[in-house]
C-alpha cells in the first residue's frame, strides 16, 4: 500500500490510525525539511522509532533509571566500539546480564512516545510509507496500541504549549546559579534532576539541553521550568543560530538528512542538503558523488555526469564514481565513453561486480554478443547471487534464439526474491509467444504488481488480451494506459476498434481520432474513421 503526501491534507495522528487499521507492517519515515523521523509498525502495532541527529541515548536513560552505573556503561561502550560498532548497544548489555529484554522494551517504549511526541509538534511536514521495512539488526522491538499512544502523547502535546510560553527561547544559553555545596546538598534534587542540572553548564542553548537529555523533550522542559522557577539556573544570553549550526558535527547532520531524503526518493531535499555539505566542505566527494546521483534519477543525465567528474577531481580513486559516470554516458548516448568508465571502475575496484555487469550489458546493446558473454563468464560465482547476470544470460540465449535457456537463466534470476518486472515481462512474453495465454497472463500481471504502470508491460498485456479476444480486458488495460498518459497510437486504434465492434459509435471516433494526432499518417484509421463518420 503506498501511503504518501503532507501534513497539510492528512495529519499524523490520522496516518497512523489508517495503519493500524490496517494491520499494516513496515515503516512511516515522516520529515519537516530539517528533521527526519521513522515510526515502525508490525501488524498495526508500533514496534519501534528513531529520529535522525537526535542520537539514541539508551545508555543514559538505563544510567538515570539506577539500572546500570555510569562505569558499566562505558565498559559496554568500549565493547561495542572494539567490535566495530556492529551490535545494538541494549543487546550488549541484556547479553552480560545487566539489563533484561523487558528493561530494554521499557526504554524502547518511552523512546517511541518521546518520537511521536516530538512529530505531533510539527507545524507540517511529509510523510511517506514503506511497505514491509522494519529495523536492521534490532533484537527487541515492543507492541504497542497506536490511539493509547496518541492519546497520552496529545495530553502532553497540550501541557507543552502551556509550558512553552514560560520557558526562553530555544537558542537561550542556560546557566547555573553559583551556590555553596552545603546550599546544593539541601535542594533535594533527584537522580534526573541533577542530571538536567548537569547539562546545564553556560555553553549549551535550551535546544541543545533536549538533545543531550535522555529524558526526552517533555520530562526535560519540566525539570528546566523548575530549575528556572527554584532559582537554581538562570537564563543566560541568546546564542546565534549561526554559531549554533557550526557545532560539531555539522557535517554528520547534513549527511544524515540527505541519505535519509535520498532513500525516500525526496530528491530536492536531499540535494539541499549535500550542497550544503559542499558549502561546508568543498573537498567532501561524498556530497559530490550523491548530487549526481539524485541528477541522475531524475534523468538530468549531463547535471550527474558533471558531479561525478566533480567527485572524481576530488578522489581520483573513487571505484563507484567512475561506474556511475558511465551509467550517465550510456544514458547521453556515449557508449565508447562510458565502457571506458566501467573498465576504469574494474581497474580500480579489482573483480567488482557492478561494473562487470554494466560492461556486460552495454556489450549486449550494442549486439557485441560473444563480449557480453566474455564479461559475464567472469561472474559465474555471482550468477546465483546477483539476478542481473542470469537475467542478462536470458536475454542472450533469447536473442540466440535458445528459448529453453533463457527461461531457465530468467527463472533463476527471480528465484526466492521479490518480483523482478523486467524478468516477469520476459517470461510473458516467451509464454505468450508459445500460446500458453495463461502463463503469459499470470507474468504480466506478476511484472505489473512490481511495477505499476509500467508503459511496456501494460502494452504487452494488451496485445495479449486483444490478440486473443479478451474483449473487455483488453478496454480496462488500454483505457489504464489512456488515463496514465502513456497509450501510443496503436492502442487508442485499437480502442477505437473494439469500442466499433461494440457499436459505440462515439467512442470509437473519439480513439480514433486521438491515434491520428500521434501518427497522422496512419490510413487504416483514417479509413475506420471517415467509414465511421458516414453513418
Not at 346 to 367: C, D, T, V
Not at 462 to 489: C, H, P
Amino acid at each position: 500500500m503506498a501511503i504518501k503526501g503532507s501534513f497539510r491534507e492528512v495529519s499524523l495522528p490520522d496516518v497512523l490510525q489508517l495503519l493500524a487499521v490496517g494491520f499494516k507492517t513496515g515503516c512511516l519515515k515522516v520529515t519537516d525539511g530539517q528533521n527526519f523521523g521513522n515510526i515502525y509498525f508490525k501488524d498495526g502495532r508500533v514496534c519501534y522509532s528513531s529520529l535522525l541527529n537526535r542520537p539514541d541515548r539508551l545508555g543514559d536513560r538505563l544510567v538515570s533509571r539506577g539500572l546500570v552505573s555510569s562505569a558499566q556503561l562505558q565498559q559496554a561502550l568500549d565493547q561495542q566500539r572494539n567490535e566495530g560498532g556492529k551490535r545494538r548497544l541494549g543487546d550488549i548489555l541484556m547479553e552480560s546480564g545487566l539489563v533484561s529484554t523487558e528493561d530494554v522494551q521499557q526504554d524502547i517504549t518511552h523512546q517511541i512516545g518521546d518520537a511521536i511526541f516530538f512529530l505531533l509538534r510539527w507545524p507540517d511536514g511529509e510523510f511517506f510509507f514503506e511497505q514491509d521495512a522494519l529495523p536492521d539488526n534490532e533484537p527487541v522491538m515492543v507492541s504497542l496500541d497506536v490511539m493509547n499512544l496518541l492519546l497520552e502523547e496529545a495530553r502532553q502535546v497540550d501541557e507543552w504549549r502551556t509550558l512553552e510560553t514560560k520557558l526562553p527561547t530555544p537558542q537561550t544559553v542556560l546557566e547555573r546559579v553559583a551556590m555553596e555545596s552545603v546550599q546544593a546538598a539541601e535542594l533535594g534534587l533527584n537522580e534526573e534532576e541533577q542530571h538536567i542540572l548537569l547539562l546545564i553548564d553556560g555553553s549549551r542553548s535550551l535546544e541543545e539541553i533536549y538533545q543531550a537529555s535522555p529524558l526526552g523533550d517533555f520530562a526535560t522542559a519540566k525539570i528546566v521550568y523548575g530549575l528556572l522557577l527554584s532559582g537554581i539556573a538562570k537564563r543566560g544570553g541568546e546564542k546565534s543560530k549561526q554559531v549554533s549550526n557550526w557545532k560539531a558535527g555539522v557535517l554528520d547532520e547534513h549527511r544524515n538528512l540527505g541519505i535519509a531524503f535520498y532513500k525516500t526518493q525526496m530528491f530536492d531535499e536531499a540535494a539541499r542538503e549535500y550542497r550544503r555539505m559542499v558549502e561546508i566542505k568543498p573537498e567532501d566527494p561524498e556530497a559530490r558523488f550523491y548530487l549526481g546521483m539524485i541528477h541522475f534519477r531524475k534523468a538530468e543525465y549531463a547535471d550527474a555526469a558533471t558531479e561525478f567528474l566533480e567527485a572524481i577531481a576530488i578522489d581520483p580513486k573513487l571505484a563507484p564514481a567512475y561506474n556511475n559516470l558511465g551509467l550517465a554516458l550510456e544514458a547521453m548516448g556515449e557508449l565508447d565513453d562510458a565502457a571506458r568508465q566501467y573498465r576504469r571502475s574494474l581497474e580500480l575496484s579489482g573483480q567488482a561486480s557492478i561494473p562487470r555487469i554494466n560492461l556486460a550489458f552495454l556489450s549486449y546493446r550494442k549486439g557485441d554478443l560473444a563480449s557480453a558473454l566474455e564479461q559475464l563468464s567472469r561472474l559465474e560465482e555471482e550468477k546465483g547471487k546477483i539476478p542481473m547476470v542470469s537475467f542478462l544470460l536470458g536475454m542472450i540465449a533469447y536473442r540466440q534464439g535458445d528459448l529453453e535457456a533463457a527461461l531457465a537463466n530468467w527463472a533463476a534470476a527471480g528465484a526466492g526474491r521479490r518480483q523482478n518486472p523486467a524478468v516477469e515481462n520476459n517470461l510473458g512474453a516467451v509464454k505468450h509467444g508459445r500460446g500458453q495465454i495463461e502463463d503469459a497472463e499470470r507474468h504480466y500481471q506478476s511484472a505489473l504488481r512490481a511495477a505499476p504502470g509500467d508503459p511496456l508491460i501494460l502494452g504487452n498485456l494488451s496485445e495479449l488480451y486483444y490478440r486473443n479476444g479478451m474483449i473487455s480486458q483488453a478496454v480496462d488495460v488500454m483505457l489504464k494506459m489512456a488515463e496514465a498518459n502513456v497509450a501510443s497510437a496503436a492502442e487508442f486504434a485499437r480502442l477505437g476498434n473494439l469500442y466499433f465492434k461494440q457499436g459505440q459509435r462515439d467512442q470509437a471516433i473519439a480513439h480514433w481520432r486521438r491515434s491520428l494526432e500521434l501518427d497522422p499518417d496512419n490510413q487504416m484509421v483514417q479509413r475506420n474513421l471517415k467509414l465511421a463518420e458516414k453513418r
